[in-house]
């Protein structure tokens, strides 16, 4: 087939970018449901009594007061446990930035400029964070013409990389049976909003449509790298999926908590009995009701919240962290606590986020040696030398989840496998 008579349809050919507009309404809290459906939340219903322009009351035919229905707004409360989910397993897995091991040679040094340079432990944070809150995202490899010896080596090319948010593109990765990769399609529209442009990678060529004024454009470039440029995360629902309705349960019952703190939260004052004259006071705040015939004043106060509920409210905090290996940060969570949280405790109480992390290789480990296998194959055409380095070099990626340094933990593990001895000579 020529080249030049492949289309922008055939890279989209069997394949729907994904909607992410529903993610994007959980993850915000101010488009939860609790803040924009009135109709799943109305708001309630009040009686104002109506009056005339020096304040009397309008009266109806029989001689009553007239009223006319109005709404109060809601004690409308949302919870941001998405992004708090998110930021977390974001924290835990990219805090401590991803290391790459191998044998010392002057490809793996340029390797490690590469990842430097593009100071790749901010897009890691941003890619992590971005496929756990809409299940996927992508980045893009490409060289930049300079002149420059930043790896090492004079070369006459920089690499450089791109976040590819579903927020701002429309992804087509196109795969095999086998699972692999052979094309992947990039739809943006420029910032002027005038331009529609489709990128399209394959093994052997790079494509581009640019669409304007209903003209369609095609140019197409061979693929230096025979790899397609391109690292593809996904996952297949986002962070939050498995606790989105206990989310909205929890949201529910703080609203209405709310609700009921707004009607009974003041105090209540009950007067049984006629009052005689009127209520006197003094300078010191102190008020005073006159009554006859056995009657009683006294503040009502309102019932403490039903124990079942507040139960509930607080298995539904906990449920939400446990079901996500989410750890619960907060400083009620620690009050208390002192000691237990360092060292063993605290690895105890973080286990849940660091499976999490080990769980999570399966998508970032195979990502990221695609990483280093086309930063590698870009470094060995923009310096020839390293083409002989190429089929030697083995770079691991590492991940870490993060933890905190803890050296009175350390030492008191090495004093009791030493028998209580001093580690260091004190001479």
């Known amino acids: 087939m020529n080249e030049q008579s492949i289309t922008q349809e055939d890279f989209k050919q069997g394949v729907t970018p994904i909607d992410i507009s529903q993610f994007q309404r959980q993850y915000d809290v101010k488009k ?170 394959t093994a052997e060529f790079i494509y581009i449509f640019t669409t304007e004024n209903g003209q369609t454009t095609t140019e197409v470039k061979p693929n230096i790298i025979g790899k397609i440029p391109v690292v593809l995360y996904q996952q297949d629902k986002p962070e939050w999926d498995a606790v989105q309705h206990l989310i909205e349960i929890a949201e529910e019952q703080r609203t209405y908590f709310s609700e009921s703190n707004k009607k009974f939260g003041e105090p209540i004052l009950m007067i049984a009995g006629r009052v005689e004259g009127k209520m006197s006071g003094n300078n010191m705040g102190g008020k005073v009701f006159e009554v006859k015939d056995g009657g009683n004043v006294q503040f009502v106060v309102p019932p403490n919240a039903n124990e079942n509920f507040d139960r509930e409210m607080t298995m539904n905090r906990r449920d939400i962290h446990e079901f996500t290996h989410t750890p619960d940060l907060s400083d009620e969570f620690y009050a208390g606590k002192g000691n237990m949280l360092s060292g063993v405790g605290r690895k105890l109480a973080w286990l849940p986020a660091h499976l999490k992390v080990k769980n999570n290789e399966a998508i970032f480990i195979p990502a990221l040696q695609r990483r280093i296998n086309i930063i590698l194959a870009f470094l060995s055409k923009m310096y020839l030398p390293f083409e002989k380095e190429l089929k030697d070099i083995d770079i691991i990626p590492i991940i870490t989840p993060f933890d905190i340094d803890d050296d009175t933990e350390m030492i008191r593990t090495l004093m009791e496998a030493n028998g209580g001895k001093a580690l260091i000579s004190q001479r």
Not at 56 to 81: A, C, M, T, V
Not at 99 to 122: C, G, H, P, R, W
Not at 138 to 163: C, D, I, M, T
């Open 32 to 201: 939860h449901e609790i803040l924009t459906n009135k109709h799943r939340y109305p708001d309630p219903e009040i009686m104002i009594p109506l009056t005339d322009e020096v304040g009397n009351p309008i009266l109806d035919s029989q001689g009553k007061p007239r009223f006319e229905k109005r709404y109060r707004s809601l004690n409308r409360i949302g919870l941001p446990y998405q992004k708090r989910i998110v930021e977390i397993a974001t924290m835990f897995q990219t805090a401590i930035p991803y290391k790459y091991t191998a044998e010392d040679s002057t490809l793996f040094t340029a390797f490690q400029e590469v990842i430097k340079s593009n100071k790749m432990n901010f897009s890691d944070s941003k890619l992590c964070t971005e496929v756990k809150r809409y299940t996927q995202v992508a980045e893009l490899w490409y060289p930049e013409e300079e002149q420059n010896e930043q790896y090492g080596v004079p070369s006459k090319f920089l690499l450089r990389h791109k976040v590819l948010s579903p927020e701002k593109h429309k992804l087509y990765p196109r795969f095999d049976d086998n699972d692999n990769l052979i094309s992947f399609g990039i739809e943006s529209t420029s910032k002027d909003g005038k331009k529609n442009i489709f990128q399209a990678f």
